[in-house]
């Protein structure tokens, strides 16, 4: 497999704290990557450096053999990252359909006179968009699918995941990275939206995942490999039962007692 994101001796810091320290970390194509470590140990700080949220104070970011450094967060989407949040990020006020294609302003953003004088063909886009959307709720959940017009507010937790992860997927990015899609779910929960991921990854062969998560049955359940940070850094990588007896990974999880 080929290397898909390139982070070499990446840095963050926020005033005295440093987030990231020089960590190096490659994802490859199709792979699905669990990255670990304790809280605070700086996994999210690595999704918004590479994401563009926030800037790196050092190292790089190459994504596809092109140099994405630094660059702002809306290029890093149009590139082929995609990304969902720990909190959820649905506007709850909006339906499914319209939540799910936000993740798709790639391909919408036409302007005001598209709008006001092509308006057949925005109506036929939109139909499009409508058929896009079912097709890919239809993947996670039939019953999503079945009435995407339906209002988001008072779904339970797992759907809500489930139209965030579609989101994502909306832009069809090459990098999906995900950030504690369990946060908030029940065991039961977690695993059926990780079923339903992977189901849905089977069809795009080329789609690699980096996983942040805290639950380790899901770890061990769906990923190839696992990189895992403490302190902002990188202590060790490799298949999830190898990492797991590493003692220094053992140690960053129990202490030094
Ligand atoms: N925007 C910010 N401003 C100030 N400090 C921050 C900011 N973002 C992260 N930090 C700090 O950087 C360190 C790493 O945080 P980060 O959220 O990346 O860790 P994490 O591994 O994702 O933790 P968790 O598993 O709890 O989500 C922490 O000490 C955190 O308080």
């Given at each position: 497999m080929t290397a898909l994101l390139e982070a070499e001796g990446l840095s963050r810091r926020f005033g005295g704290i440093v987030a990231l320290d020089g960590v190096d970390v490659t994802v490859r194509s199709g792979e699905v990557l669990?990255?670990?470590?304790?809280?605070?140990?700086?996994?999210?700080?690595?999704?918004n450096v590479v994401t563009g949220i926030f800037a790196p104070h050092g190292g790089t970011v190459r994504f596809a053999g092109e140099d994405l450094t630094a660059a702002s967060a809306q290029k890093v989407y149009e590139k082929g990252i995609a990304r969902t949040f720990q909190r959820s990020r649905l506007c709850l006020d909006l339906s499914v359909f319209e939540n799910v294609v936000l993740g798709n302003g790639k391909n919408l953003d036409r302007g005001i006179f598209h709008a006001l004088f092509r308006r057949r063909a925005l109506a036929r886009e939109m139909d499009a968009q409508l058929a896009h959307v079912r097709a890919l709720l239809e993947r996670f959940d039939p019953e999503l699918a079945r009435d995407p017009l339906q209002a988001t507010a008072g779904l339970p937790m797992i759907q809500r995941r489930r139209i965030e992860v579609c989101r994502a997927l909306m832009a069809s990015p090459r990098l999906l990275l995900l950030d504690e899609p369990?946060?908030?779910m029940?065991?039961?929960?977690?695993?059926?939206?990780?079923d339903d991921i992977l189901?849905?990854?089977?069809?795009?062969?080329?789609?690699?995942?980096?996983?942040?998560?805290h639950d380790m049955a899901t770890i061990?359940?769906?990923t190839d490999r696992c990189v895992v940070f403490n302190f902002g850094r990188k202590v060790c990588e490799g298949p999830y039962r190898a990492v797991v007896a590493d003692p220094l990974v053992q140690r960053a999880y129990l202490g030094d007692e």
């Open positions: 669990g990255l670990i470590g304790p809280n605070g140990s700086g996994k999210t700080t690595f999704f369990s946060a908030g029940t065991h039961e929960e977690t695993r059926r939206l990780m189901a849905v990854r089977a069809g795009m062969s080329d789609l690699a995942i980096v996983i942040v998560e061990e359940r769906v």
